[in-house]
């Protein structure tokens, strides 16, 4: 059978990126859905970046909800309709009916949830689909030879889950999916603001505080923010001031837990390719990977150099453009 398109999708916690065939990434919008409910019905009133600024905005008959919760499917009809929109906005007036999908999914999902994926772009319009890990995507949209016969460390920290491989002869060996993510982080930027300064926020400011301020480790030009957010002591709007130092407390317990994970899936790696990865390092990808000084941290916890890969948020679409560009549609695909 002829497809009229390949399309790869890196269904994300946080935002969704989708490329397609020789075009490279044409779609990059927030996995965000604007629903409003009325007599019984949902009808969808916006998508993607359009939806995300209604976060926090929206009267009672309106509701901005993310279909995707850790890492899988939470709202399968808000998904499907959130990936048609997003498919037919990236193929333009090509015809979807043949198209060729690819979607990334976390390593540690269940074959309910793996399903639940398969099904939404199916329901999306997707004539065939096939499946492929996020840390294999990751891996190879990081530059990493993942077909060699030694081994790799990917660690890809997105908006959902963290998901921690060692990769070798196109393969994942051992991985850990871990729900401690970009959203945890802004949660508990959220709970230490609340707690410190009895000041409540919304998860749009907790993101920018984290994108402006968020290190691991202490950082040369450590600044401050001036946020504001709604007193709990006499519920008026008030202005406070965050710092680095702030954020950094804020972030210890989910970076802690990253780091363990990493610690584990080490000590459960076979001892010829654990010393691989004491030569080539571990690789880190994901919005995640962009908090400052992480790839430090992890080399001090861990013994071993890390870097944080070129492009870390494109690198799971970037390595299913690959998969694509090269007909590769078997590797890494779910089983």
Same mark, same amino acid.
Not at 258 to 271: D, G, L, Q
């Given at each position: 059978?002829?497809?009229s398109?390949?399309i790869?999708i ?8 989708i490329?397609?065939k020789h %075009?490279g990434?044409v779609?990059r ?5 604007a629903?409003?409910?009325?007599a019984?019905q949902?009808?969808v ?8 600024k209604?976060?926090g905005?929206?009267?009672?008959s ?5 279909p995707i919760k850790?890492g899988v ?5 808000m998904t499907a309709d959130m990936l048609?929109?997003f498919? %037919?906005?990236a193929?333009?007036s090509?015809?979807?009916a ?7 999914i ?9 399903k639940a994926v ?14 492929i ?5 990751a ?5 990493i030879?993942v077909t060699a016969?030694?081994g790799s ?9 963290t998901?921690?491989?060692v990769?070798?002869?196109g ?7 871990l ?7 802004d949660d ?6 609340r %707690?410190k300064?009895?000041v ?7 993101e920018?505080? %984290?994108?402006?301020?968020?290190s691991?480790v202490?950082?040369d030009?450590?600044?401050a923010l001036d946020i504001r957010?709604r007193?709990?002591i006499?519920?008026?709007?008030k202005?406070?001031e965050v ?5 950094r407390?804020?972030l210890?317990?989910?970076?802690a837990?990253i780091?363990?994970t990493v610690?584990?899936t080490?000590?459960?790696?076979p001892?010829?390719l ?12 994901g919005g995640?990977?962009?908090?400052r000084g992480?790839?430090?941290?992890i ?7 890390c870097r944080?890969?070129e492009?870390?948020i494109?690198?799971?679409v970037t390595g299913?453009a690959i998969?694509?560009?090269?007909d590769?549609?078997n590797?890494?695909k779910?089983?």
């Amino acid at each position: 059978m002829l497809f009229s398109q390949d399309i790869g999708i890196d269904l994300g916690t946080a935002n969704t990126l989708i490329c397609v065939k020789h %075009k490279g990434i044409v779609i990059r919008e927030p996995s965000v859905v604007a629903v409003a409910v009325g007599a019984g019905q949902k009808k969808v009133v916006a998508v993607g970046e359009e939806a995300k600024k209604m976060i926090g905005r929206t009267p009672g008959s309106i509701t901005a909800v993310r279909p995707i919760k850790d890492g899988v499917i939470a709202d399968f009809q808000m998904t499907a309709d959130m990936l048609r929109h997003f498919i %037919k906005k990236a193929m333009g007036s090509s015809p979807f009916a043949r198209a060729r999908v690819m979607i990334c999914i976390p390593s540690g999902v269940t074959e309910v949830e793996r399903k639940a994926v398969h099904d939404a772009a199916v329901s999306a319009g997707a004539r065939y689909v096939s499946l492929i890990e996020e840390p294999m995507a990751a891996a190879i949209g990081a530059g990493i030879d993942v077909t060699a016969p030694r081994g790799s460390m990917v660690v890809d920290i997105g908006g959902g889950t963290t998901e921690v491989a060692v990769i070798s002869l196109g393969d994942i060996v051992c991985s850990r999916s871990l729900r401690v993510a970009g959203d945890m982080f802004d949660d508990a930027i959220v709970q230490f603001v609340r %707690k410190k300064y009895s000041v409540l926020i919304g998860e749009r400011t907790a993101e920018e505080i %984290k994108i402006s301020l968020g290190s691991a480790v202490p950082y040369d030009g450590e600044g401050a923010l001036d946020i504001r957010g709604r007193n709990l002591i006499d519920g008026l709007p008030k202005n406070v001031e965050v710092t680095s130092e702030d954020i950094r407390e804020a972030l210890e317990d989910p970076i802690a837990q990253i780091v363990e994970t990493v610690r584990t899936t080490i000590e459960k790696t076979p001892p010829e390719l654990a010393a691989d990865i004491l030569d080539s390092g571990i690789v880190l990808t994901g919005g995640g990977a962009l908090i400052r000084g992480l790839d430090k941290l992890i080399s001090a916890k861990t013994g071993m150099p890390c870097r944080v890969a070129e492009a870390p948020i494109d690198c799971v679409v970037t390595g299913t453009a690959i998969c694509l560009e090269k007909d590769t549609l078997n590797i890494g695909k779910g089983k």
